[in-house]
């Protein structure tokens, strides 16, 4: 037999699993909202900053490339020799 009472105490409000599925989905609604709204291009952006980092690197790399050569010119300058970079000249301290 059924009475009311054994019918109320099996429905006890919704389950954790359904919980979890609404956020998710509310989640979903969220991004794509925020996405159409501002128009943000977040694989865009991260593409965008890759590219400028290497950027930065390889001009990083060519200035230590620079310094380098005018360090060595400075040694080869003390010594008498032939420089590498002769139309960089090299600028004494006043003391």
Do not use: C, W
């Not at 006890?12 to 925020?34: D, E, F, M, P, S």
């Not at 690197?57 to 080869?76: I, P, S």
């Not at 003390?78 to 003391?95: D, F, T, V």
């Amino acid at each position: 037999e059924h009475n009311e009472t054994s019918i109320k105490d099996n429905n006890k409000g919704i389950t954790l699993v359904a919980l979890i599925i609404t956020i998710v989905v509310l989640i979903i609604l969220a991004a794509v909202t925020i996405k159409s709204v501002t128009g943000f291009n977040f694989v865009g952006l991260a593409t965008k900053s890759t590219e400028n980092y290497e950027k930065a690197q390889r001009t990083e790399v060519d200035e230590l490339k620079t310094v380098a050569d005018l360090l060595e010119d400075a040694q080869k300058r003390i010594r008498g020799e032939k420089l590498i970079a002769p139309g960089i000249k090299l600028m004494r301290r006043s003391k």
